[in-house]
């Protein structure tokens, strides 16, 4: 068995509701589990307002003469609702571009369309090229390079075109 036909199992099991596929050929036995439920840990840490507050009030008790700095205007988000999330087809390590020296398959702004590679996915030594299936504006990054990622995990924020 090639890993042509490898890839393309694993990407029929993952359209699947299979949990679990043996094959044997030739005296190799490939086994491809699917996990039921991806396990995704989000941590969150809250700055108390009270701690920006002191922060504040020392940096001007030890510079009377500044007055504080302007509230900057930060640009308005992108609406929420109407976005579409690329999601991780496997289980792997996260890549943005194909080696050190090379450039970023896509950064935010960009225009994407059906079958443009949008990162690669490292799984088993193996390097899977993730193409979008939709077309559109990637408007946030969701997963930082080089990053293990988990199948269905959220990788980009696309603004349909």
Wanted: hydrophobic share 40%.
């Amino acid at each position: 068995m090639d890993i042509k036909q490898i890839q393309e199992l694993v990407k029929l099991i993952n359209k699947t509701s299979i949990a679990e596929i043996t094959i044997e050929e030739d005296g190799t036995k490939i086994t491809i589990k699917q996990k039921k439920e991806p396990s995704q840990k989000i941590y969150t840490h809250a700055i108390p307002a009270d701690y920006a507050v002191g922060q504040q009030q020392a940096a001007q008790a030890q510079n009377p003469a500044s007055a504080p700095a302007p509230a900057k205007s930060t640009p308005p988000a992108p609406k929420q609702d109407n976005l579409i999330t690329v999601k991780s087809p496997m289980i792997g390590t996260f890549y943005r571009q194909a080696g050190p020296d090379k450039p970023l398959f896509v950064n935010v702004g960009d225009e994407i369309a059906p079958g443009k590679v949008v990162c690669i996915i490292e799984a088993m030594k193996l390097f899977n090229e993730i193409e979008s299936e939709v077309s559109g504006t990637i408007v946030k990054v969701l997963v930082e390079d080089a990053s293990p990622v988990e199948y269905d995990q959220p990788l980009f924020l696309v603004e349909p075109a």
